[in-house]
């Protein structure tokens, strides 16, 4: 199965900065997401990272607040624009190699934003 | 009504208990289900797949009822180390994966 390598693993960060997650597969993937998960709460999808191309993001959240990209079939970074700290969270970065493939995480990124 | 919907507990059952948790999704095109685990502060890592002739590995057994529209995992002879959140996992049409809540369990002594 797929190997990730996320980072960073946290950040401390004042508000209205800006913080990039960046995500390394160990190979290709067909498919990469990018989930927030806060305390107590289950996994939110906030885009699916398309190869090549935009994001396709989910209700409730917008490229301007959270670009994304993916230069490659290995390869995406994820943006907090702006952060407030209502952006405090854990970030995950995952992958699946096929469709019906089950998907596997990156170890997340701890941000808190004071 | 939610996409994917379990029982978040907490389950709080002694060792050597049997415990069985439940998960319904809403979309009938589902295409595949699994079942994740996550310990306190770690990321989700994917305990089992779910098949439909239902699958078993060990100590947990995973069903799938599409009739229904439900899968299951039953862990027997709980262990210490069981206690997480199990997490619940359907890939909809598109094939974007969709998680429940969660089920807390607890083991003790």
């Known amino acids: 199965s797929a190997v990730i390598s996320q980072k960073p693993s946290r950040d401390i960060c004042q508000r209205g900065t800006s913080l990039t997650i960046q995500c390394q597969v160990d190979?290709?993937?067909?498919?990469m997401f990018w989930y927030r998960q806060q305390p107590g709460q289950s996994l939110t999808l906030i885009a699916t990272?398309?190869?090549?191309?935009?994001?396709?993001?989910e209700s409730g959240f917008v490229i301007d607040k959270f670009p994304i990209s993916r230069p490659n079939l290995t390869f995406s970074t994820l943006t907090v624009s702006n952060m407030s700290p209502e952006d405090s969270s854990i970030y995950l970065c995952?992958?699946?190699?096929?469709?019906?493939?089950?998907?596997?995480f990156g170890n997340g990124t701890r941000l808190t934003v004071t | 009504r939610k996409e994917v919907e379990q029982d978040p507990g907490p389950f709080n059952v002694p060792e050597g208990a049997t415990v069985a948790f439940n998960c319904t999704y809403s979309?009938?095109?589902?295409?595949?289900f699994f079942w994740y685990r996550q310990d306190c502060r770690k990321e989700p890592k994917l305990l089992m797949s779910?098949?439909?002739s239902g699958n078993e590995d060990g100590r947990f057994t995973a069903q799938l009822n599409r009739a229904s529209q439900y899968i299951s995992l039953l862990i027997r002879d709980s262990k210490l180390s069981d206690s997480a959140t199990y997490l619940c996992?359907?890939?909809?049409?598109?094939?974007?994966?969709?998680f429940g809540r969660g089920t807390s369990l607890i083991v003790h002594p």
């Open positions: 995952s992958a699946k190699e096929a469709a019906n493939s089950p998907l596997h």
């Open positions: 190979s290709q993937v067909t498919m």
């Open positions: 979309n009938s095109a589902s295409q595949s």
């Open positions: 996992v359907v890939n909809g049409g598109s094939y974007i994966p969709t």
């Open positions: 779910v098949y439909s």
């Open positions: 990272a398309n190869q090549g191309s935009e994001a396709t993001y």
